[in-house]
């Protein structure tokens, strides 16, 4: 008999947002939007070049990053999807045992991928559903080899300040990688919340992580990438399988960086929806709390899986966490208010 590894025996697999044909998808943090309209015609051109394999250096879109972020190319390494990267970036510092750090709840893959690389999670509460940056110094011991931190955090959607940011990286030994995962930063207050590269990024144990997945409209194309110390970096890419972001990913990601004007466009609309779905949220008298993503936390706690199927009765898919809340993707104006529509008809 072949003998899977015990540290996967109890392992939950990654759970995805239900797909519900003519339902609002407000399950899966996804843009609403549709692909970038360059994007559009930039796949149809390509589209009979895929017989060959990829750039595996990605060398344009890497090239558009460093430039996008004002940093050398060499700090960049991409992965299918940044759920890629962190597995890169956990097969680069983790060994069998070593132990990383997290708020919880968190980003469900961050136990996964801890766990496929050998390590042992430590699961650091959050506190007011924001992560306790005191605590989870305090969890950092001589085992620990990378922490995480989600900013905003998936799925509270609360996030933490610059100040709190640079306390924490401050009291975090150079050994141990600190993960400032940033997938929803296009929707964050920048008054508010830190760009990590910007505040930590040349400390050399701080890497910077962002997606394609989010407000680039990107998600089923699998691109994302870290801005990393140089070292770091060639690690991550020797960790990379190889040909992972395929040679449609790259070129959609290139054309869509060119796009800022339209991302941020969007991105705006989302906020916007956000604040009116927050604040009708909370009229109905739902506890909420201030997002800083594109979705909100509805705190629910025990009546969490009967809302989500309350929501799915009336064809609207969100993503319930049992016993704790409930996450919902903010979408296109009329999806949000059939969510609204159902919040107000839900007796809890
Ligand atoms: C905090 C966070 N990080 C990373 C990811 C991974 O996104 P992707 O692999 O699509 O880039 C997600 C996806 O939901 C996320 O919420």
């Known amino acids: 008999m072949v003998r899977v590894r015990p540290a996967l025996a109890q392992l939950p697999s990654y759970v995805p947002g239900r797909k519900l044909p003519g339902a609002a998808a407000l399950a899966s943090n996804e843009s609403p939007y549709g692909m970038l309209p360059g994007v559009v015609g930039r796949l149809g051109e390509l589209a009979g070049g895929v017989s060959r394999y990829p750039d595996m250096s990605a060398a344009s879109l890497v090239r558009a990053l460093a430039e996008h972020h004002g940093v050398d190319p060499d700090r960049i390494a991409v992965g299918a999807g940044s759920s ?56 950092i011991n001589g085992r620990t080899r990378l922490v995480f931190v989600c900013n905003p955090n998936n799925p509270t959607s609360t996030a933490v300040g610059a100040r709190a940011l640079r306390d924490f990286a401050d009291r975090v030994p150079d050994e141990v990688l600190i993960v400032v995962d940033e997938a929803y930063r296009e929707y964050a207050d920048p008054a508010l919340v830190p760009d990590a590269l910007d505040l930590l990024g040349e400390r050399p144990n701080v890497v910077v992580l962002r997606t394609f997945s989010k407000a680039y409209g990107l998600a089923g194309l699998r691109v994302g ?39 941020a466009r969007r991105a705006a609309l989302t906020v916007a929806e956000r604040e009116r779905v927050t604040g009708r949220l909370r009229a109905l008298g739902f506890e909420v709390p201030d997002s800083q993503a594109n979705f909100v936390w509805l705190q629910l706690a025990d009546t969490s899986a009967e809302f989500a199927l309350h929501c799915l009765s009336g064809k609207v898919v969100v993503r319930p966490f049992l016993g704790e809340g409930v996450r919902v993707t903010i979408g296109l104006p009329e999806e949000n208010d059939a969510l609204l529509a159902l919040a107000a008809t839900w007796r809890g």
Do not use: N
């Open 225 to 263: 990438y870290c801005v990393a110390p140089k070292e770091i970096a060639a690690t991550v890419r020797k960790t990379q399988v190889p040909f992972s972001v395929s040679a449609l990913a790259q070129e959609a990601a290139v054309v869509a960086l060119g796009e800022r004007a339209e991302v």
């Open 84 to 139: 890629e990267v962190c597995a890169q970036l956990l097969h680069s510092v983790v060994g069998p045992g070593d132990e990383v750090v997290f708020g919880w709840r968190s980003f469900e893959a961050y136990p996964i991928l801890t766990a496929v690389a050998g390590g042992r999670a430590v699961r650091i509460p959050l506190r007011e559903h924001t992560l306790d940056l005191d605590a989870m110094a305090e969890g």
